[in-house]
């Protein structure tokens, strides 16, 4: 079993539709949440970062940790193609240098 | 300015070639990273560096060798490249452990060795 498991997609929704991005873990030590995007031929950039259980939004993006279930979700409102990307979870412990990614969504929003 | 920059972007070269990828972050992070993403676009970790110091070293092989002069450089070097070892390679850096404020990517290297 995967540290970190990510349905790679793809997934294809229309313009304004709202995404559910998802990852479970095996580690229950994990502490620290990330969401990064990654545009095509370019590297990830951070998203959205949770510490610990709990919701966190950021305009139209929401990320939540249930560390009980060892699932952590993303959400996007109002999906523009903009939004297009792969998308990629990542979590570590609590030093930092070890991050550990899924396989990363792949997003598509159809105008 | 660009944060974590990588050098060359694109490298094609032969098998059993040695090349080198170069990385400089200017954001005065401690701690930098080489990551390799294959073609389903996984990242897996090759190396962590904190203070020019190794304080990661996945099960690579040692036909790998990264090296950091100082704490705003990272490179890495390849001997005897084989066909596996194409893939696109990222630098990361960040900031000290106990401050988990995510990693910054550089734009990545891709490496086709034929």
């Known amino acids: 079993q995967k540290e970190v498991e990510q349905d790679p997609g793809p997934l294809s929704v229309p313009e304004g539709a709202i995404v559910s991005l998802n990852c479970t873990y095996s580690?229950?030590?994990?502490?620290?949440f990330m969401w990064y995007r990654q545009y095509s031929r370019k590297g990830p950039e951070l998203l959205m970062y949770?510490?610990?259980?709990g919701n966190k939004e950021d305009g139209r993006f929401t990320a939540q940790v249930d560390k009980s279930s060892k699932y952590i979700s993303l959400f996007i409102r109002d999906s523009q193609p903009s939004d297009s990307a792969t998308y990629l979870c990542?979590?570590?412990?609590?030093?930092?240098?070890?991050?550990?990614f899924g396989a990363g969504t792949r997003l598509t929003v159809k105008p | 300015d660009t944060a974590v920059s990588q050098t060359p972007k694109y490298l094609v070269t032969q098998m059993g070639n040695d090349k080198s990828i170069k990385c400089e972050q200017n954001?005065?992070?401690?701690?930098m990273y080489w990551y390799k993403q294959d073609s389903k676009k996984f990242l897996k970790i090759m190396f962590s560096?904190?203070?020019?110091?190794?304080?990661i070293n996945e099960t690579v092989p040692n036909r790998f060798s990264p090296k950091s002069p100082d704490k705003a450089h990272l490179n890495l070097h390849i001997n005897s490249l084989e066909l596996g070892d194409s893939a696109v390679y990222f630098c990361?850096?960040?900031?000290?452990?106990?401050?988990?404020?995510?990693?910054?990517f550089g734009s990545g290297t891709r490496l086709t060795v034929v």
């Open positions: 949770t510490y610990s259980s």
């Open positions: 954001l005065g992070h401690d701690t």
């Open positions: 990542a979590m570590s412990l609590y030093n930092n240098n070890d991050m550990r």
């Open positions: 560096y904190n203070n020019k110091e190794l304080i």
């Open positions: 990361a850096s960040s900031s000290n452990p106990g401050q988990n404020y995510g990693y910054t």
């Open positions: 580690n229950s030590a994990f502490q620290y």
